[in-house]
């Protein structure tokens, strides 16, 4: 059960990890489609990845912010800092909280672990304390806190597609670990404190300005410079790659819904947001490859099997990922559908203008 649209003209948003992928196409498509909504971001600015993407991604929302109604105000700063989460909620009072700040990347974690539980523990945990003391002293308090979670808490499920009926108790990596805590700890506090709390989780999310860890930006990136790309467990994975754009609109759609209580009496929700449609990993780069020579960052006559090493599969990583988007479609109307050539091609176009 969902309870009534909220309107957020006029409301505060906070969005956390603001600069990061999903954050800045969050924050650009709320400033473009809600009437004089105020949107806190913060992010760490970290350099996890290259910075100037980010610089870039928030460059676009300043530009924006200038022909809007809505507004913009940045903080920089990590969501681990209690004090500074906590000065966010007291300055701004938000209504509606989107936790996207997080340490992603499978293989990262692996070699990096105090990253994550630094953000993705003790990070979520500070914006769910915030989001518990916002009702302190009569004040409404947060009406919906939407947080990212992660198809990586399926693990090496063999039953396909997804659901989020399905048991996610066997994490194959550090990263997927934090993502189904963060799960656990939003339903605690959800059940203890009333805080209407819905769960995302994202399907290997890609497009224009994306991350570079992403395996579509890294293999631009390698033969760009000439390089060989490495094909992992031989080529025989299957990804449900999910456009940006629609994984905002799916944000977007259920932030204005909080739960209801359910049959325990808790306020909490749980969605899949993929394509619904695995990829064979080959045939995702023989795309990847006839967009780039399209676009002209390859040349066309561009030796692309001479660049393809095929290797075993990597620690952490499963074959397929795939999810059911039933239940969003069912509550929302709404599903994914941008093909993976259509996306991959603005990617190309993209990729082209802007190392140009």
């Known amino acids: 059960m969902l309870a009534k649209n909220?309107?957020?003209?006029g409301k505060t948003i906070l969005?956390?990890?603001?600069?990061?992928?999903?954050?800045?196409?969050l924050s650009l498509a709320l400033l473009k489609d809600v009437e004089n909504v105020r949107i806190i971001g913060i992010d760490n600015m970290n350099d996890y990845y290259d910075v100037s993407l980010k610089d870039f991604r928030l460059n676009q929302i300043k530009e924006l912010e200038k022909t809007v109604s809505g507004s913009f105000v940045f903080v920089k700063g990590s969501i681990a800092d209690r004090k500074c989460v906590d000065g966010i909620f007291a300055a701004y009072e938000p209504c509606v909280v989107i936790n996207l700040a997080a340490q992603a990347g499978v293989r990262y974690s692996i070699e990096n672990p105090d990253a994550y539980v630094e953000s993705n523990l003790i990070g979520f945990y500070n914006i769910l304390e915030a989001c518990r003391h916002s009702y302190d002293d009569g004040k409404c308090g947060v009406g919906h806190l939407v947080y990212a979670s992660s198809s990586s808490v399926y693990g090496s499920n063999k039953k396909i597609p997804y659901a989020t009926e399905d048991k996610v108790d066997n994490p194959v990596s550090l990263y997927a670990?934090?993502?189904k805590s963060n799960e656990l700890l939003a339903h605690a506090y959800s059940k203890l404190y009333g805080i209407p709390s819905t769960g995302l989780r994202f399907f290997t999310v890609y497009g224009p300005a994306g991350r570079p860890d992403m395996a579509y930006f890294g293999f631009t990136d390698k033969l760009v410079k000439?390089?060989?790309i490495r094909?992992?467990?031989y080529g025989n994975c299957k990804r449900d790659f999910t456009y940006i754009d629609d994984i905002v609109t799916g944000v977007q759609a259920v932030m204005q819904c909080a739960p209801l209580p359910n049959e325990d009496g808790v306020r909490y929700k749980i969605y899949n947001i993929g394509n619904n449609r695995p990829e064979n990993l080959l045939d995702f780069v023989g795309i990847l490859q006839e967009e780039l020579k399209a676009a002209k960052v390859l040349p066309e006559d561009y030796d692309f099997e001479a660049h393809k090493e095929f290797v075993g599969m990597q620690p952490g990583d499963v074959e397929v990922t795939y999810a059911d988007v039933s239940a969003l479609e069912q509550?929302?109307?709404?599903?994914?559908s941008t093909s993976l050539r259509d996306?991959?091609?603005?990617?190309?176009?993209?990729?082209?203008?802007?190392y140009d």
Do not use: H, M, S
């Open 6 to 9: 909220l309107d957020l003209c």
């Open 15 to 25: 969005v956390t990890g603001a600069a990061g992928f999903i954050g800045a196409n």
């Open 177 to 179: 670990a934090t993502k």
């Open 226 to 228: 000439n390089e060989t």
């Open 231 to 233: 094909i992992f467990n």
């Open 331 to 336: 509550d929302f109307g709404f599903k994914p």
């Open 343 to 354: 996306g991959l091609r603005k990617f190309a176009q993209w990729y082209k203008g802007f």
